[in-house]
Nanobody
Framework: EVQLVESGGGLVQAGGSLRLSCAAS????????IGWFRQAPGKEREGISC????????YYVDSVKGRFTISSDNAKNTVYLQMNSLKPEDTAVYYC???????????????WGQGTQVTVSS
């Protein structure tokens, strides 16, 4: 059974940091790209970062470049999203997902986690 389990969300003040984790199981981790997405109330789900486990390439949406860093520990089948200099507009439910194709388009992703809430207070 494929599972993606996010953790690490919470409440933080603006300017603070959080590290999200995505633990994957049930598929060949090295063959998939892992993406991080977020969805704020009333907004569409947005791709913010992804990592290809095959060639280690990484991608970021402009709004998080320089603040967020995606990384993976293939021995643990886990992908991380280090989020620094958080802003109130980063408040959303954050999801990780797996796809055979790297990119930031949600519909390209086959497997999804349940999400973790990130709230940034001003």
């Amino acid at each position: 059974e494929v599972q993606l389990v996010e953790s690490g969300g919470g409440l933080v003040q603006a300017g603070g940091s959080l590290r999200l984790s995505c633990a994957a199981s049930g598929f060949t981790f090295d063959d998939y790209a892992i993406g991080w997405f977020r969805q704020a109330p009333g907004k569409e789900r947005e791709g913010i970062s992804c990592l290809s486990n095959s060639d280690r390439s990484t991608y970021y949406v402009d709004s998080v470049k320089g603040r967020f860093t995606i990384s993976s520990d293939n021995a643990k089948n886990t992908v991380y999203l280090q989020m620094n200099s958080l802003k109130p507009e980063d408040t959303a439910v954050y999801y990780c997902a797996a796809s055979e194709t790297v990119g930031l388009i949600p519909t390209n992703y086959d497997y999804w986690g349940q999400g973790t809430q990130v709230t940034v207070s001003s």
